[in-house]
């Protein structure tokens, strides 16, 4: 089973509107991030937010952790077509080495012009 | 990107043969990493270097080998290949450091006949 699952799978909007996408995981991690994938291409890291992190900001980003719920969310504002994507949240677990991360299976975002 | 490159991009093997990705980085990343990606999958670890000679296994590691004699290079063999190593690959490296992100290479598409 995955460490981190996004949901939803898939999300269509409109240019100017905002995006949401969540993360859930299932075991106490040192930190999570996003990483953003345009089609055919290598992964680009986003933002990371600590464990003992609430809330960031980045740019037109906005990351929260929950690490009671276990979850995390990703608001992209005024989205652009070019934030046509997919979106996937990466966790380090605490009981890990050598820095290892696990990655969700994605969100796909589509922004329509 | 970081400096990463990956090669070849693309390729297309029969089954039983072997296979050598090789990735490939100027930044002096302590660890590297390759996985694969799969749909509805996300990126899951194939195998992990901490170190020049210094390797382990990742969740999928199963008829992959691994080699890294030079800082900057970490080559992912795939023995005798199977059509269920069609994939993209997908190399990634590191600074040493739990707050650290992921640079990844562009991938390689590798189909197997």
């Known amino acids: 089973s995955q460490q981190g699952e996004e949901d939803p799978q898939a999300l269509s909007i409109q240019e100017g509107e905002n995006a949401t996408m969540n993360c859930s995981y299932k075991?106490?991690?040192?930190?999570l991030q996003w990483y953003r994938q345009n089609s055919g291409r290598g992964l680009v890291h986003l933002i990371l937010i600590r464990s003992n992190e609430r809330e960031k900001h980045s740019g037109r980003l906005r990351v929260t952790l929950d690490t009671s719920k276990k979850s995390s969310s990703l608001l992209i504002t005024a989205s652009r077509a070019a934030d046509t994507a997919s979106y996937f949240c990466a966790t380090a677990p605490q009981k890990t080495s050598y820095d290892k991360v696990i990655f969700g299976p994605g969100t796909s975002l589509s922004v329509i012009p | 990107d970081a400096g990463i490159t990956q090669s070849p991009r693309h390729k297309v093997t029969e089954t039983g043969t072997p296979v050598t990705l090789r990735c490939h980085q100027t930044?002096?990343?302590?660890?590297m990493y390759w996985y694969r990606q799969d749909p509805g999958h996300g990126l899951r670890l194939i195998h992990y270097?901490?170190?020049?000679?210094?390797?382990d296994k990742g969740e999928v590691s199963d008829g992959y080998s691994v080699s890294r004699s030079k800082t900057e290079d970490f080559l992912l063999t795939l023995e005798s290949a199977t059509s269920s190593q069609t994939s993209v690959y997908f190399c990634?490296?590191?600074?040493?450091?739990?707050?650290?992100?992921?640079?990844f290479g562009p991938g390689t598409r590798l189909t197997v006949l």
């Open positions: 075991t106490s991690i040192n930190n």
């Open positions: 990634a490296a590191k600074r040493g450091g739990t707050y650290n992100e992921q640079f």
């Open positions: 270097s901490y170190g020049v000679k210094d390797t």
């Open positions: 930044e002096n990343h302590r660890y």
